[in-house]
Protein backbone atom coordinates (compact mmCIF):
# COMPACT_ATOMS: atom_id res chain seq x y z
CA UNK A 1 0.00 0.00 0.00
CA UNK A 2 1.28 3.66 -0.91
CA UNK A 3 2.26 5.77 2.35
CA UNK A 4 -0.01 7.59 3.57
CA UNK A 5 -3.00 5.62 1.81
CA UNK A 6 -6.08 4.42 4.06
CA UNK A 7 -9.16 2.72 3.50
CA UNK A 8 -12.38 1.87 5.33
CA UNK A 9 -14.74 -0.95 4.76
CA UNK A 10 -17.92 0.64 4.16
CA UNK A 11 -21.22 -1.33 5.65
CA UNK A 12 -24.68 -1.21 4.06
CA UNK A 13 -27.14 -0.87 6.81
CA UNK A 14 -30.85 -2.68 5.17
CA UNK A 15 -34.06 -2.73 6.40
CA UNK A 16 -37.74 -3.17 4.88
CA UNK A 17 -37.67 0.90 4.09
CA UNK A 18 -34.36 0.95 2.25
CA UNK A 19 -30.45 1.01 2.70
CA UNK A 20 -28.30 3.16 4.72
CA UNK A 21 -24.84 3.33 4.39
CA UNK A 22 -22.51 5.42 6.47
CA UNK A 23 -19.09 6.83 4.35
CA UNK A 24 -17.13 9.21 6.28
CA UNK A 25 -17.20 10.54 9.94
CA UNK A 26 -15.60 13.57 11.37
CA UNK A 27 -14.27 10.77 14.30
CA UNK A 28 -13.20 8.45 11.74
CA UNK A 29 -9.17 8.01 11.98
CA UNK A 30 -9.85 8.33 7.63
CA UNK A 31 -11.56 11.92 8.59
CA UNK A 32 -8.63 14.73 7.36
CA UNK A 33 -10.85 18.06 7.34
CA UNK A 34 -14.04 18.94 5.05
CA UNK A 35 -13.91 21.15 2.12
CA UNK A 36 -16.41 20.00 0.18
CA UNK A 37 -18.30 17.19 -0.72
CA UNK A 38 -19.03 16.35 -4.44
CA UNK A 39 -19.67 13.76 -6.59
CA UNK A 40 -18.11 13.19 -10.41
CA UNK A 41 -19.60 9.93 -12.83
CA UNK A 42 -17.97 7.96 -15.57
CA UNK A 43 -19.24 5.97 -18.53
CA UNK A 44 -18.25 2.83 -18.84
CA UNK A 45 -14.65 2.72 -20.46
CA UNK A 46 -13.98 6.56 -19.63
CA UNK A 47 -10.69 7.14 -17.60
CA UNK A 48 -10.61 10.41 -15.68
CA UNK A 49 -6.99 10.56 -15.02
CA UNK A 50 -4.29 11.84 -14.18
CA UNK A 51 -4.40 14.58 -11.24
CA UNK A 52 -2.20 15.11 -7.90
CA UNK A 53 -2.69 18.17 -5.11
CA UNK A 54 -0.69 19.97 -3.30
CA UNK A 55 -2.56 20.85 -0.03
CA UNK A 56 -5.58 18.80 -0.21
CA UNK A 57 -6.60 14.89 0.71
CA UNK A 58 -9.02 13.05 -1.22
CA UNK A 59 -11.15 10.39 0.13
CA UNK A 60 -12.90 8.73 -2.80
CA UNK A 61 -16.05 6.19 -2.99
CA UNK A 62 -18.04 4.69 -5.59
CA UNK A 63 -21.58 4.90 -4.62
CA UNK A 64 -23.27 3.56 -7.41
CA UNK A 65 -21.41 1.21 -10.29
CA UNK A 66 -18.03 0.15 -10.51
CA UNK A 67 -14.73 1.80 -10.97
CA UNK A 68 -11.05 0.93 -10.90
CA UNK A 69 -9.48 3.55 -8.89
CA UNK A 70 -5.19 3.20 -9.69
CA UNK A 71 -3.18 5.45 -7.19
CA UNK A 72 0.85 6.39 -8.59
CA UNK A 73 3.49 7.72 -6.20
CA UNK A 74 5.62 9.98 -7.39
CA UNK A 75 6.42 11.41 -4.02
CA UNK A 76 10.55 10.96 -4.73
CA UNK A 77 10.83 11.38 -0.42
CA UNK A 78 8.13 8.75 -0.34
CA UNK A 79 8.83 5.23 1.32
CA UNK A 80 6.46 3.64 -1.56
CA UNK A 81 7.61 6.32 -4.17
CA UNK A 82 7.02 4.32 -8.15
CA UNK A 83 4.44 2.27 -6.54
CA UNK A 84 0.98 1.63 -7.78
CA UNK A 85 -2.22 0.69 -6.59
CA UNK A 86 -5.42 -0.35 -7.38
CA UNK A 87 -8.60 -0.53 -6.07
CA UNK A 88 -11.85 -1.64 -7.35
CA UNK A 89 -14.97 0.23 -5.73
CA UNK A 90 -18.77 0.42 -6.17
CA UNK A 91 -21.70 -1.87 -5.34
CA UNK A 92 -19.48 -5.09 -5.50
CA UNK A 93 -16.69 -3.43 -2.95
CA UNK A 94 -18.04 -0.36 -0.70
CA UNK A 95 -14.74 1.05 0.23
CA UNK A 96 -13.80 4.43 1.33
CA UNK A 97 -10.05 5.15 -0.08
CA UNK A 98 -8.21 8.26 2.09
CA UNK A 99 -5.21 9.57 -1.12
CA UNK A 100 -2.57 11.81 0.61
CA UNK A 101 -1.33 14.89 -1.46
CA UNK A 102 1.24 14.12 -3.74
CA UNK A 103 -0.02 10.73 -5.14
CA UNK A 104 -1.76 10.47 -8.29
CA UNK A 105 -5.00 9.35 -9.11
CA UNK A 106 -7.37 8.31 -11.47
CA UNK A 107 -10.04 6.27 -12.45
CA UNK A 108 -12.23 4.43 -14.84
CA UNK A 109 -15.33 3.65 -14.84
CA UNK A 110 -16.15 -0.25 -15.28
CA UNK A 111 -19.03 -2.63 -15.82
CA UNK A 112 -22.18 -1.62 -17.90
CA UNK A 113 -23.47 1.55 -16.08
CA UNK A 114 -22.48 4.83 -15.00
CA UNK A 115 -20.67 4.97 -12.33
CA UNK A 116 -21.16 7.81 -9.66
CA UNK A 117 -17.88 8.96 -7.64
CA UNK A 118 -18.33 10.69 -4.05
CA UNK A 119 -15.41 12.66 -2.75
CA UNK A 120 -14.79 14.46 0.09
CA UNK A 121 -11.75 16.76 -0.18
CA UNK A 122 -10.02 18.20 2.96
CA UNK A 123 -10.27 21.48 1.06
CA UNK A 124 -12.86 23.46 -1.02
CA UNK A 125 -11.98 24.16 -4.45
CA UNK A 126 -10.38 27.22 -5.12
CA UNK A 127 -11.21 28.25 -8.78
CA UNK A 128 -8.68 31.31 -8.95
CA UNK A 129 -5.73 28.98 -7.50
CA UNK A 130 -6.82 25.08 -8.75
CA UNK A 131 -4.86 22.52 -6.22
CA UNK A 132 -4.76 20.70 -9.34
CA UNK A 133 -1.95 19.27 -11.26
CA UNK A 134 -2.70 17.34 -14.53
CA UNK A 135 -1.53 14.62 -16.75
CA UNK A 136 -3.20 12.89 -19.85
CA UNK A 137 -4.58 9.47 -18.66
CA UNK A 138 -1.84 7.82 -20.80
CA UNK A 139 1.36 9.85 -19.96
CA UNK A 140 4.40 7.45 -19.98
CA UNK A 141 5.43 9.75 -17.26
CA UNK A 142 3.11 7.08 -14.60
CA UNK A 143 4.18 3.43 -15.19
CA UNK A 144 0.37 2.40 -16.22
CA UNK A 145 -1.65 1.25 -18.79
CA UNK A 146 -5.43 1.61 -18.54
CA UNK A 147 -6.29 -1.04 -21.33
CA UNK A 148 -8.14 -4.06 -19.98
CA UNK A 149 -6.20 -6.54 -18.32
CA UNK A 150 -7.38 -10.15 -19.58
CA UNK A 151 -5.41 -12.58 -17.23
Known amino acids: M ?8 LRMHHDE ?12 EQFA ?13 VVKAWHYHQMQTDSFT ?19 FGE ?13 VQIPFGVYHGFKGIGTEEAMVLNCPSEPYNAQQPDEHR ?3 H ?7 WA ?4
Not at 33 to 45: C, N, R, S
Not at 148 to 151: P, Q, R
Open 33 to 45: GFGQVYITTAYPG
Open 62 to 80: CVRGMIKLVLYDARKDSST
Open 148 to 151: LKEH
Open 139 to 145: DTSVPYD
Open 2 to 9: IAGVKTKS
Open 17 to 28: RGRLMEILRRDD
Open 135 to 137: LPP
Open 84 to 96: VNEFFLGDENHTL
